[in-house]
């Protein structure tokens, strides 16, 4: 039956994107049961979680905290929201993903519910990528930029920066106090 054959290609076709996409890739149904997930949100959760099994609901990561580090329980999660139909997707949701051994990743997430004929909600897919390394680069460029803050104001000499363009960007208070108050300072 040619249907029945070009319908085992297209599965075949689904399963390759699924599993070999860079992206962590999961669906649930309406209780958040986890039914597929690829390769990428095993390496990304840090374990293999059990397909249809009740105890692993809404996501297969061993616990989560919002950004600003507090806990989030899998009930208060973007992907129950969807599941519930408060919200009808989720665009880039920032979550802080610990894994069974305790390290931590931060992940950006986007959720979108599934539904049938009908317009009902059957469950949801969730992708999600891995932002830890540029969430350490900005936490890197804060503390270098403090820290040069910090030089610039405590400096026992006159000190000032200029852009590119050598338009005079900033000033420690000793040129101030030497130069006065500096026409065109920019941020001033």
């Avoid at 597929?36 to 809404?58: D, H, K, M, Q, Y």
């Avoid at 989030?72 to 997707?89: I, K, N, S, W, Y």
């Avoid at 999600?128 to 910090?150: C, G, N, V």
Wanted: with cysteine; hydrophobic share 40%; aromatic share 8%.
């Amino acid at each position: 039956n040619q249907s029945a054959v070009a319908l085992h290609e297209s599965e075949q076709r689904f399963r390759a994107l699924f599993d070999l996409g860079p992206i962590g890739t999961y669906t649930t149904d309406t209780s958040g049961t986890l039914m597929e997930f690829n390769r990428c949100a095993v390496e990304l959760w840090g374990r293999e979680p059990a397909r249809n099994s009740t105890e692993e609901i809404f996501c297969g990561s061993y616990k989560l905290q919002r950004p600003d580090g507090t806990l989030l329980p899998h009930a208060e999660t973007p992907v129950f929201a969807v599941l519930m139909g408060a919200v009808d997707r989720v665009r880039d949701a920032e979550i802080i993903m610990e894994r069974p051994d305790g390290s931590r990743i931060t992940i950006i997430s986007n959720i979108v519910p599934l539904k049938n004929e009908r317009g009902e909600i059957t469950g949801m897919m969730n992708c999600f990528y891995d932002i830890t390394p540029r969430k350490e680069l900005e936490h890197s460029l804060r503390r270098s930029a403090a820290q040069f803050e910090t030089l610039l104001r405590a400096a026992p000499l006159g000190l000032y920066v200029v852009d590119a363009d050598f338009r005079l960007c900033d000033a420690n208070p000793i040129s101030i106090k030497v130069f006065g108050d500096i026409p065109g300072l920019i941020g001033r």
